[in-house]
Structures are given as structure tokens and as C-alpha cells.
Nanobody
Framework: QVQLVESGGGLAQAGGSLRLSCAAS????????MGWFRQAPGKEREFVAA?????DYAESVKGRFAISRDNAKNTVYLQMNSLKPEDTAVYYC?????????????????WGQGTQVTVSS
């Protein structure tokens, strides 16, 4: 079992930045693929970014968001720059046992509780 706790959400203006953090409880954190997803009201949860030894991104955030991980701290980050109102959502951290990038929510085994990001225009 892996517990994930997100932090860093909040309110930002369009064009601004936020950095999300996700702390994992498991010491074998480095063996997991980590992902970020988001869910806006009335919409399905969607892939944002994922990382194992490399990272990948949804087209909507490429060039604006950056995912990184610090295995010594059991933490994954999502740096969000040039924020847009359409980035407004609850952002979820997820962990996947399989050390392969996953792009669908169903491919992940553990989830955090989510953190709200609101971008005002």
C-alpha cells in the first residue's frame, strides 16, 4: 500500500505559476511510475503528466508543465507555468506499480486525495 499526499494547490492568475508536490509513504517509491491527473467539474479525470526514468505530458500542457521526482524524498512534483483558466481542476497524484508510463487513470494503483487548482482570468 502507498499513501500519497498532495500539496501546493491554490489560486493563481492566468499566466502565473504553481508547483504541486506529492509525498509518498513507501520507501520503494523509486520503483513506481508516478503520474498527475486532473478533473474539472462535470468532466472525466484526464492525464496530465507521468514519470519513471523519463517523462511525458498531455498535449494541452506540453511546454508549460514540468514533472520531476526526488527519490531521496519520496516526492514527485508538477511545476505549472503559464497557467490558463482551463487548467482549473482538482489535481491528483497517482502511483503505478508497473515501471512503465501510463496515460489512463485505470493503469494506476494508488491515488492521493487531490488538491484544488483555480486559475482566474
Amino acid at each position: 500500500q502507498v499513501q500519497l499526499v498532495e500539496s501546493g494547490g491554490g489560486l493563481a492568475q492566468a499566466g502565473g505559476s504553481l508547483r504541486l508536490s506529492c509525498a509518498a509513504s513507501r520507501s520503494t517509491f523509486s520503483n513506481y511510475t508516478m503520474g498527475w491527473f486532473r478533473q474539472a467539474p462535470g468532466k472525466e479525470r484526464e492525464f496530465v503528466a507521468a514519470i519513471n526514468w523519463s517523462g511525458d505530458y498531455a498535449e494541452s500542457v506540453k511546454g508549460r508543465f514540468a514533472i520531476s521526482r526526488d527519490n531521496a524524498k519520496n516526492t514527485v512534483y508538477l511545476q505549472m507555468n503559464s497557467l490558463k483558466p482551463e487548467d482549473t481542476a482538482v489535481y491528483y497524484c497517482a502511483a503505478r506499480r508497473l515501471y512503465r508510463l501510463g496515460f489512463r487513470a485505470g493503469e494506476y494503483d494508488f491515488w492521493g486525495q487531490g488538491t484544488q487548482v483555480t486559475v482566474s482570468s
